[in-house]
């Protein structure tokens, strides 16, 4: 069963504007969530993280936002670059076992517009 | 630049050929994986080495299994591919006893199968 969901399975926006990526998971267990961006032929690079006990993080352009109640977390990139053209994948980790384990969402395809 | 390294990049297979993918790390990293993703979907964990010790996903298929003879490489061997296993494979790492647990990517190995 899919523990963690990105809904959007793409998002086109224009340059400078704000992107923003949405992913809901099911276990309240989930300690970490981690989001990763991945350009063609390429693997998926580490973007940015939020712990469970937060509600905010951010890194320059990026911030994640995490709202427990709803099992709900958001990327915003703000301003968006053509640069930032690539698929994010959400993936949560943690509970009582095995909490080195990534559980991923099937990806948001993002496209920048010039 | 430590990384983590596929090969082959592409591999092409007859059905039922047994093949086998590899995978190669510099950034001794204790923990290595094997995942799964399909087009559109989500990274699906097949299994993954704990130092030496090998966990398998509850879900994995037999045909699937995997050696890791020392830190560094690990290999993810098909045994007899169906027409269902083409698939992108990525191997991944990660050092435990760090939160969050970030996982390093390889490019993936597409694996086609005739």
């Known amino acids: 069963d899919q523990q963690v969901k990105q809904n959007s399975p793409s998002l086109s926006v224009q340059e400078g504007r704000i992107s923003i990526l949405n992913c809901d998971y099911t276990n309240s267990m989930f300690d970490y969530f981690l989001w990763y961006k991945k350009y063609p032929a390429e693997g998926p690079t580490f973007l940015i993280s939020?712990?469970?006990?937060?509600d905010k993080n951010e890194d320059g352009r990026f911030t994640v936002f995490l709202n427990k109640s709803a099992k709900h977390l958001s990327l915003h990139i703000v301003p968006s670059q053509p640069g930032d053209s690539a698929v994010y994948f959400c993936?949560?980790?943690?509970?009582?076992?095995?909490?080195?384990?990534?559980?991923f969402g099937a990806g948001t395809t993002v496209t920048v517009r010039a | 630049d430590a990384m983590v390294i596929q090969n082959p990049r592409y591999q092409v297979t007859q059905f039922g050929k047994p093949v086998t993918l590899s995978c190669s790390q510099t950034?001794?990293?204790?923990?290595m994986y094997w995942y799964q993703q399909k087009s559109s979907q989500a990274p699906k964990l097949l299994f993954h080495y704990y130092d030496k010790d090998f966990n398998n996903e509850a879900d994995t298929p037999d045909n699937f299994q995997s050696r890791r003879p020392n830190t560094s490489f690990c290999f993810l061997d098909i045994r007899s591919p169906g027409l269902g296993d083409a698939a992108m494979y990525l191997c991944?790492?990660?050092?435990?006893?760090?939160?969050?647990?970030?996982?390093?990517f390889g490019a993936g190995t597409r694996l086609s199968v005739l």
């Open positions: 991944a790492t990660s050092s435990t006893g760090i939160s969050p647990n970030i996982q390093y």
């Open positions: 993936a949560a980790s943690g509970g009582i076992f095995d909490d080195y384990k990534l559980s």
């Open positions: 939020i712990s469970s006990i937060k």
């Open positions: 950034l001794n990293h204790n923990v």
